[in-house]
């Protein structure tokens, strides 16, 4: 006898009983999940309205990364299929727990066989299940952090425990003592400082783990969990071949329009494939005639996309797809301490402005560490050739090397900033993994940006911000002397 669950084939059923909770598992569960709530914002009409509008049409894109609003696309894409492909993987894993095989079902779906189709209706029923998704990730969250916080008080009972054995000395008693012996130690231990609010403490998070633990991912029965989020996968993946599909090689057909059938039926045709024809639909994305502003773009109107070339070859290695050429800052390593020397130019631009100079020159030489030995020698020789003919203190020259940073450090900033969240998030650990909010792009960041052009642009920044210093210890230097 087998239980009925319509979204899972015959073959693919647990059998009736008792089943198996998640336990320790739970917050693998809960970090996929959060994965496959974070694909599923990143894909609402706000999230790829703001990719459209600010993301691919913002200035720093535009001038380090590309103005090909195809090759933008196909970044977002690949990194949308590439992070589901990592969270439909662990629910493979956890699927195979329990016996069943989503691996295989995925496949299908990401193949495009010719059955394996998904309609807009599952992403929709997505809205209502990620409700439930969102509160089982914030109470295994929660239960995460009350268990560390449990076993941090049960150590510190062992500490007291073992203290107070330690103040017992000399041989062991004999029996009969040795029983007046533990009794007296435990009245001694009892009457220790602080070990009674101990006990009540431990007590009362023991009744809160308890209670996390009924109310989040660790009681969830494997196959309540791999069918959420087995559900979820599959839509994301819909949402990403609805929206993407008609502009992005690699990917199968859109998913068919809505009809009548229930999601659970839709799913259950999916997993058991028959006959059966789907229609092509087109996303939200359209497009609009006229050539692209090559360089760089101020406004915010949603970028120029063409449709996908008829009887082109997809590729299909989407990881591929996302390595930086070795032309790019990502390509040679730098993405992550070029961020942090735009980030530590900004705060020190923000130092001189309020007049704090002492942090100012300690900011100034740590960041000046940071930088790679090409970038330094770049900026030392830029400086050396300012150094031969400074001119005289002159307050105009001073506020246009102001004006000139500001308008670097408008673009340039904001994508060091997100390079930093990009790596932080990708980082995965314990405060952000339970993370379900939309996540910054890769085409967002330095990662794909033209290494000459971002050198260039660095370099003139450094050497601005060294002018600006310059004139501030003089005039100050000046007013002292005056």
């Given amino acids: 006898m087998v239980v009925q669950k319509p979204w899972l084939p015959v073959d693919l059923r647990l ?18 999940m959060s994965r496959l709530l974070s694909l599923h914002r990143s894909l609402s009409d706000q999230e790829l309205s703001r990719l459209r509008s600010d993301a691919m049409r913002s200035p720093g894109v535009a001038y380090l990364n590309s103005t090909d609003q195809a090759f933008l696309l196909r970044l977002a894409c690949a990194e949308l299929v590439v992070s589901l492909d990592a969270a439909a993987a662990a629910v493979s894993r956890l699927c195979l727990r329990c016996g069943l095989d989503f691996g295989g079902v995925y496949a299908c779906l990401k193949s495009g066989a010719h059955d394996a ?3 807009q209706l599952v992403a929709k029923g997505l809205r209502v299940k990620a409700k439930k998704m969102e509160r089982l990730v914030a109470a295994t969250a929660k239960l995460c952090s009350e268990m560390e916080a449990l076993d941090e008080l049960e150590s510190d009972e062992r500490k007291m425990n073992v203290r107070g054995w330690s103040r017992l000395s000399g041989p062991i008693p004999q029996q009969p003592q040795a029983a007046a012996a533990v009794a007296a130690h435990q009245q001694q231990a009892g009457d220790s400082p602080g070990s009674e609010s101990l006990r009540q403490e431990l007590k009362t998070q023991r009744l809160k783990v308890k209670r996390l633990k009924e109310e989040s991912l660790w009681n969830q029965s494997y196959e309540k969990a791999v069918g959420l989020m087995g559900r979820a ?23 068919p329009a809505a009809t009548t059938d229930s999601v659970q039926t839709r799913l259950s045709k999916l997993l058991h494939p028959r006959s059966g024809k789907a229609r092509a639909s087109s996303g939200p994305i359209t497009r609009r005639d006229g050539p692209s502003r090559v360089h760089p773009p101020m ?12 009887g082109q070859k997809s590729p299909t290695d989407w990881r591929k797809l996302l ?8 390509g040679a390593g730098l993405d992550q301490q070029y961020a942090n020397v735009i980030v530590s130019a900004e ?11 002492e942090e100012a020159a300690a900011e100034r030489a740590e960041m000046y560490e ?29 506020q246009g090397w102001k004006d000139a940073v500001e308008r670097i450090m408008a673009w340039l900033g904001p994508m060091a900033r997100d390079t930093a969240q990009w790596q932080a998030e990708r980082n995965m650990d314990r405060t952000r993994r339970f993370d379900g909010a939309p996540r910054v792009y890769a085409l967002q960041t330095l990662r794909w940006a033209d290494k000459e052009k971002a050198d260039a642009a660095i370099v003139e920044v450094l050497v601005a911000l060294s002018c600006i210093c310059w004139y501030e210890e003089r005039r100050r230097g000046s007013v002292r002397l005056g």
């Fill in 15 to 32: 059998p009736a009983g008792p089943q198996a909770s998640l336990g320790i598992l739970a917050f693998e569960a809960a970090a996929a």
């Fill in 117 to 119: 189709r998904l309609d």
């Fill in 233 to 255: 996968a599959c839509a994301v993946f819909a949402r990403i071949c609805t929206i993407f599909g008609p502009f992005v090689p690699g990917l199968p057909p859109p998913p």
């Fill in 299 to 310: 406004s915010n109107s949603c970028p120029i996309i063409g449709l996908r070339p008829s």
């Fill in 323 to 330: 390595d930086a050429p070795p032309s790019t800052v990502g």
């Fill in 347 to 357: 705060e020190l631009l923000r130092m001189e402005a309020e007049g704090r100079q």
């Fill in 370 to 398: 940071m930088l790679p030995a090409k970038l330094r020698a770049a900026v030392r020789s830029k400086l050396r050739e300012w150094w031969r003919d400074p001119g005289p203190l002159d307050e105009g020259l001073a």
